[in-house]
């Protein structure tokens, strides 16, 4: 599978046996909607809900850190996701949280391939497509998660680009928050963006029918940005949801050396030693 695919291709591919789909809709905090709610009232039909909030490491006092192997492995099995399993993963959330899911699901290696609904629900439902409500039985699969590091960075690894600039940083939040000028919504953290970081929301990726932009028009965003195609790169955004976006819109247009900072903002806002930087990027 694409890394994106269409609500017509998962429309013809409803019921197929080795076909698992994923609601991994998630809101920011202090936004008043319940994802688990939402997906009870309406999913896509057979849909499994990831709850991505609660997908984390509950060792780590960072919100939303990747969670250890077993754990992820628990909820692959719970979700009905088998080794060989194709993985379609989509949202109803503006952050288009899908993207944290689908990149969560491929560094853990969880099935033969794992796919975004282009669109995610809300393309589904104007097109007045099926939809289930409820909490299904699902079957339990045999998944088991190992993680790959090799895409993640750590709070060590900034540290360390911030003086050598080996690779470019961008920054998937909204500008009043890179610039400093509006305030984070985790009340103790401080401003601003990690120093030499560029700036891209994620919001500007998607058109009108919440869809991803593709081909020339994505990547006219990535370089209005300031980004250089030819040299690596490392996303980043408020907790690690947001950065995948990037991520994802990065690889579809064919580019690979592209990494994501698990702890982002996070991580590196509340830690008092990090260097910070307001502004324009």
Same mark, same amino acid.
């Given at each position: 599978?694409?890394?994106?695919?269409?609500?017509?291709?998962?429309?013809?591919?409803?019921?197929?046996?080795?076909?698992?789909?994923?609601?991994?809709?998630?809101?920011?905090?202090?936004?008043?909607?319940?994802?688990?709610?939402?997906?009870?009232?309406?999913?896509?039909?057979?849909?499994?809900?990831?709850?991505?909030?609660?997908?984390?490491?509950?060792?780590?006092?960072?919100?939303?850190?990747?969670?250890?192997?077993?754990?992820?492995?628990?909820?692959?099995?719970?979700?009905?996701?088998?080794?060989?399993?194709?993985?379609? &993963?989509?949202?109803?959330?503006?952050?288009?949280?899908?993207?944290?899911?689908?990149?969560?699901?491929? &560094?853990?290696?969880?099935?033969?391939?794992?796919?975004?609904?282009?669109?995610?629900?809300?393309?589904?439902?104007?097109?007045?497509?099926? &939809?289930?409500?409820?909490?299904?039985?699902?079957?339990?699969?045999?998944?088991?998660?190992?993680?790959?590091?090799?895409?993640?960075?750590?709070?060590?690894?900034?540290?360390?680009?911030?003086?050598?600039?080996?690779?470019?940083?961008?920054?998937?939040?909204?500008?009043?928050?890179?610039?400093?000028?509006?305030? @984070?919504?985790?009340?103790?953290?401080?401003?601003?963006?990690?120093?030499?970081?560029?700036?891209?929301?994620?919001?500007?990726?998607?058109?009108?029918?919440?869809?991803?932009?593709?081909?020339?028009?994505?990547?006219?965003?990535?370089?209005?940005?300031?980004?250089?195609?030819?040299?690596?790169?490392?996303?980043?955004?408020?907790?690690?949801?947001?950065?995948?976006?990037?991520?994802?819109?990065?690889?579809?247009?064919?580019?690979?050396? &592209?990494?994501?900072?698990?702890?982002?903002?996070? @991580?590196?806002?509340?830690?008092?030693?990090?260097?910070?930087?307001?502004?324009?990027?």
């Amino acid at each position: 599978m694409d890394i994106l695919v269409s609500t017509d291709w998962l429309g013809a591919q409803l019921g197929a046996v080795d076909l698992r789909i994923v609601d991994a809709s998630l809101f920011l905090p202090g936004t008043p909607r319940n994802p688990a709610a939402e997906y009870e009232a309406a999913h896509i039909p057979g849909a499994a809900f990831l709850d991505l909030p609660t997908l984390a490491d509950a060792d780590d006092p960072i919100p939303g850190m990747l969670p250890p192997d077993t754990a992820m492995t628990g909820r692959l099995q719970a979700l009905g996701i088998d080794a060989d399993s194709r993985i379609v &993963v989509y949202d109803n959330s503006p952050t288009h949280s899908a993207a944290r899911g689908w990149w969560m699901l491929r &560094v853990y290696g969880a099935g033969a391939a794992v796919a975004i609904l282009d669109g995610g629900l809300p393309k589904w439902l104007a097109e007045g497509r099926p &939809v289930e409500n409820g909490i299904p039985q699902i079957a339990p699969g045999n998944a088991v998660a190992r993680l790959d590091r090799a895409d993640v960075r750590t709070k060590a690894d900034m540290l360390a680009n911030v003086e050598s600039h080996a690779a470019q940083v961008i920054d998937a939040r909204g500008k009043g928050r890179f610039t400093g000028e509006e305030a @984070e919504p985790r009340p103790g953290m401080a401003s601003g963006h990690i120093p030499g970081s560029l700036n891209l929301p994620s919001s500007a990726l998607f058109d009108a029918d919440n869809r991803m932009k593709a081909g020339d028009d994505l990547r006219a965003a990535f370089v209005q940005a300031g980004l250089d195609f030819d040299r690596p790169v490392i996303t980043t955004c408020g907790s690690g949801v947001t950065a995948a976006i990037l991520l994802a819109g990065l690889e579809s247009l064919g580019k690979t050396d &592209v990494a994501l900072y698990d702890g982002s903002w996070s @991580e590196w806002g509340f830690d008092p030693a990090t260097p910070k930087a307001t502004g324009a990027a």
